[in-house]
């Protein structure tokens, strides 16, 4: 590959960071050649992962892991050396640690009684399953841009499976059928296994330390150039003759504004659309403030691109509905053992093998998750971390009588507290920062195929599009997988790498699991 070859990549997540990994690694180009704009001071994007013991630690989420899916993701990161293991890759330390610490939930559910329910049942009816057969087996095109209440009857949105499923992959009751549809194709080995999370992985850290640093690490040994505080205000185009060419970019870095001439054989990758745009953070004493795409200007470029080029996707389809797209998360830092002592007693798992922890009967539907501790590098002896989320934050608690959106962090303790029927005394020393995301399932919403561009689209010619808002047939949102593949996928096209993406595992299409998966529906 030329040396003369020049990348700019317009924003500094997951997935344009592991499409400079691939630049490198599978097409031959210099890490020299390569620049990633950030307008934020830190890499990693929706994998973040900050604060400290003393002020608080904060994640606004983790997203799940799997080893028998996620070909990209590991396929990139069989590549990237670990930070702590001498000799062994990122991969290697992630499937040891999985190993060490197996998830097997005995709390999944949890009723207003604070009884655990037995969940090896699905608790389907005869037409339940019926309709939930027809909505898997239902081709896409007629799916359209139905809502996942078009297909299912309002008792299915109280059966085990679906408080389960909902919570652990974050679906809303009016999201989209088609991807409703396609997780439950490409997750059909977890129906079976889905009450006790058996195939859920985690990193060994939270996923900016374990996944983002050490790749951004590697990038710069490379060569990469990293630019923080720089945000692109626009990507000036040429479509002469039907082709769509970069010319240039204009950036504001550090308050100047900055043009960079892009030619015909460089090439730009852009990250359109964020989950996490106008996120918000409060306190103990304070509710998060309530921003949207006009306090961040996140989804602006996107919307500037997209007018009168239907290739390029229709941001609208994503970010006008925040009632629709949005929940709210939490993050516990803890000085005193005793909050994980009694959870420890409740469950019956420790930190790290539980999974997610759902209170059923919870007008927010809250749901916890303790991690395997330390979940921070660097987080001191004696300070423990756990991290929650609530899928309906706009109704009034339990316990506390105001809408979560509107709570601080002590009244969100309290909430909770409620749940397990815990005395708030057990959260003295505890320190807990909400956060409101307002587009964190947006990429859920009803759409048509439309709505979402391709990688790289057609008739571009050195711009590609990588985010959770590009179409990629087969693979589910909201997974770093979709991130990392729609980059290796654009890469790969535009600097005709020889080398195949990994295809999509088609464990849906295994007489065993699709047996499993029966057996299940019946129980």
């Given at each position: 590959?030329?040396?003369s070859?020049?990348?700019y990549?317009?924003?500094?997540?997951?997935?344009?960071?592991?499409?400079?990994?691939?630049?490198?690694?599978?097409?031959?180009?210099?890490?020299?050649?390569?620049?990633?704009?950030?307008?934020?001071?830190?890499?990693?994007?929706?994998?973040?992962?900050?604060?400290?013991?003393?002020?608080?630690?904060?994640?606004?989420?983790?997203?799940?892991?799997?080893?028998?899916?996620?070909?990209?993701?590991?396929?990139?990161?069989?590549?990237?050396?670990?930070?702590?293991?001498?000799?062994?890759?990122?991969?290697?330390?992630?499937?040891?640690?999985?190993?060490?610490?197996?998830?097997?939930?005995?709390?999944?559910?949890?009723?207003?009684?604070?009884?655990?329910?037995?969940?090896?049942?699905?608790?389907?009816n005869?037409?339940?399953?019926?309709?939930?057969?027809?909505?898997?087996?239902?081709?896409e095109?007629?799916?359209?841009?139905?809502?996942?209440?078009?297909?299912?009857?309002?008792?299915?949105?109280?059966?085990?499976?679906?408080?389960?499923?909902?919570?652990?992959?974050?679906?809303?009751?009016?999201?989209?059928?088609?991807?409703?549809?396609?997780?439950?194709?490409?997750?059909?080995?977890?129906?079976?296994?889905?009450?006790?999370?058996?195939?859920?992985?985690?990193?060994?850290?939270?996923?900016?330390?374990?996944?983002?640093?050490?790749?951004?690490?590697?990038?710069?040994?490379?060569?990469?150039?990293?630019?923080?505080?720089?945000k692109v205000?626009?990507?000036?185009?040429?479509?002469?003759?039907?082709?769509?060419?970069?010319e240039?970019?204009?950036?504001?870095?550090?308050?100047?504004?900055?043009?960079?001439?892009?030619?015909?054989?460089?090439?730009?990758?852009?990250q359109?659309?964020?989950?996490?745009d106008?996120?918000?953070?409060?306190?103990?004493?304070?509710?998060?403030?309530?921003?949207?795409?006009?306090?961040?200007?996140?989804?602006a470029?996107?919307?500037?691109?997209a007018?009168?080029?239907?290739?390029?996707?229709?941001?609208?389809?994503?970010?006008?509905s925040?009632?629709?797209?949005?929940?709210?998360?939490?993050?516990?830092?803890?000085?005193?053992?005793a909050?994980?002592?009694?959870?420890?007693?409740?469950?019956?798992?420790t930190?790290?093998?539980g999974?997610?922890?759902?209170?059923?009967?919870?007008?927010?539907l809250?749901?916890?998750?303790?991690?395997?501790?330390?979940?921070?590098?660097?987080?001191?002896?004696?300070?423990?971390?756990?991290?929650?989320?609530?899928?309906?934050?706009?109704?009034?608690?339990?316990?506390?009588?105001?809408?979560?959106?509107?709570?601080?962090?002590?009244?969100?303790?309290?909430?909770?507290?409620?749940?397990?029927?815990?005395?708030?005394?057990?959260?003295?020393?505890?320190?807990?920062?909400?956060?409101?995301?307002?587009?964190?399932?947006?990429?859920?919403?009803?759409?048509?195929?439309?709505?979402?561009?391709l990688?790289?689209?057609?008739?571009?010619r050195?711009?590609?599009?990588?985010?959770?808002?590009?179409?990629?047939?087969?693979?589910?949102?909201f997974?770093v997988e979709?991130?990392?593949?729609?980059?290796?996928?654009?890469?790969?096209?535009?600097?005709?790498?020889?080398?195949?993406?990994?295809?999509?595992?088609?464990?849906?299409?295994?007489?065993?699991?699709?047996l499993?998966?029966?057996?299940?529906?019946?129980r």
């Amino acid at each position: 590959m030329s040396d003369s070859i020049k990348a700019y990549l317009v924003g500094g997540g997951i997935g344009n960071l592991a499409a400079a990994a691939f630049m490198i690694r599978d097409a031959g180009v210099a890490g020299s050649d390569i620049t990633i704009f950030e307008a934020s001071p830190l890499s990693g994007g929706s994998l973040d992962g900050g604060g400290n013991a003393e002020t608080g630690y904060t994640l606004r989420g983790g997203r799940m892991l799997t080893t028998d899916n996620y070909e990209c993701t590991w396929d990139l990161f069989k590549s990237i050396p670990s930070l702590e293991h001498v000799g062994k890759t990122v991969y290697d330390e992630t499937i040891a640690f999985n190993e060490m610490h197996k998830s097997h939930s005995k709390a999944r559910l949890v009723d207003r009684n604070r009884f655990r329910l037995n969940v090896s049942s699905m608790g389907f009816n005869m037409h339940e399953r019926a309709e939930l057969m027809a909505l898997a087996e239902a081709d896409e095109e007629k799916l359209g841009n139905t809502a996942i209440t078009d297909w299912l009857s309002p008792e299915f949105f109280d059966t085990k499976f679906w408080y389960m499923w909902a919570t652990t992959f974050a679906f809303q009751p009016w999201h989209s059928a088609v991807e409703f549809k396609r997780y439950l194709h490409r997750f059909m080995m977890e129906f079976s296994r889905i009450e006790t999370l058996a195939g859920v992985k985690r990193t060994v850290y939270n996923q900016y330390d374990s996944l983002v640093r050490p790749l951004q690490q590697w990038l710069q040994e490379q060569g990469v150039r990293v630019v923080h505080n720089c945000k692109v205000e626009d990507i000036e185009l040429d479509e002469d003759g039907g082709n769509t060419i970069v010319e240039r970019l204009r950036c504001s870095r550090d308050g100047v504004a900055e043009t960079i001439e892009v030619r015909p054989q460089d090439l730009v990758f852009f990250q359109n659309g964020s989950m996490t745009d106008a996120s918000s953070f409060g306190s103990m004493h304070s509710a998060p403030p309530k921003f949207d795409k006009r306090d961040s200007q996140g989804w602006a470029l996107w919307e500037k691109l997209a007018v009168d080029r239907p290739q390029f996707g229709n941001p609208a389809a994503f970010n006008t509905s925040i009632p629709e797209s949005w929940w709210e998360s939490f993050t516990v830092t803890l000085k005193d053992p005793a909050f994980f002592d009694k959870m420890e007693q409740f469950t019956g798992n420790t930190d790290g093998t539980g999974g997610l922890v759902t209170f059923k009967d919870s007008n927010w539907l809250m749901s916890v998750v303790l991690a395997h501790q330390p979940h921070f590098a660097g987080q001191p002896e004696g300070v423990q971390v756990f991290w929650g989320y609530a899928l309906h934050p706009d109704r009034v608690g339990n316990f506390v009588a105001k809408p979560m959106a509107d709570c601080t962090g002590e009244e969100i303790l309290r909430e909770l507290c409620g749940h397990l029927n815990f005395d708030m005394q057990i959260m003295e020393k505890a320190n807990c920062i909400p956060c409101r995301m307002p587009y964190i399932t947006s990429m859920f919403m009803p759409r048509f195929k439309s709505d979402r561009p391709l990688p790289v689209p057609t008739n571009s010619r050195n711009l590609a599009f990588v985010s959770q808002f590009v179409e990629i047939p087969e693979d589910v949102v909201f997974t770093v997988e979709y991130s990392v593949r729609a980059a290796q996928m654009a890469v790969y096209e535009l600097l005709n790498v020889k080398r195949t993406v990994p295809p999509v595992s088609h464990y849906d299409k295994s007489l065993k699991v699709k047996l499993e998966t029966l057996v299940k529906a019946f129980r």
